[in-house]
């Protein structure tokens, strides 16, 4: 079975920084795309980076020159490295890994973190 935790969450002040880390675990031989969504209060759920195995990175427009997602394929583990928060950007963030194979024989599936609250406030 496979398990994404999160962590890094938390609460800081507008203009700070903080870094989130994923990791996936159990039996897995790759995975596709891993990223990182984030779900605000009233809001649809929606992309905020994705990095490839080949790290091949796709942003929101909203954090580009903010944030920079990285990936480590030997740990299975993706960060988000977010710089000049904004209160803005206060939001449940998710991890998730597409195309996670476990096997050569059974077809692929994307996966979900639990969440992590980021809170951008004075």
């Known amino acids: 079975q496979v398990q994404l935790v999160e962590s890094g969450g938390g609460l800081v002040q507008p203009g700070g920084s903080l870094r989130l880390s994923c990791a996936a675990s159990?039996?897995?031989?790759?995975?596709?795309?891993m990223g990182w969504y984030r779900q605000a209060p009233g809001k649809q759920r929606e992309l905020v980076a994705s990095?490839?195995?080949?790290?091949?990175?796709d942003y929101a427009e909203s954090v580009l020159g903010r944030f920079t997602i990285s990936r480590d394929n030997a740990k299975n583990t993706v960060y988000l490295q977010m710089t000049s928060l904004k209160p803005e950007d206060t939001a449940v963030y998710y991890c998730?890994?597409?195309?996670?194979?476990?096997?050569?024989?059974?077809?692929?599936?994307?996966?979900w973190g639990q969440g992590t609250q980021v809170t951008v406030s004075q």
């Open positions: 998730n890994a597409r195309n996670v194979r476990v096997d050569f024989y059974s077809g692929s599936r994307d996966y």
């Open positions: 990095i490839t195995g080949g790290g091949r990175t």
């Open positions: 159990g039996s897995i031989i790759s995975i596709n795309i």
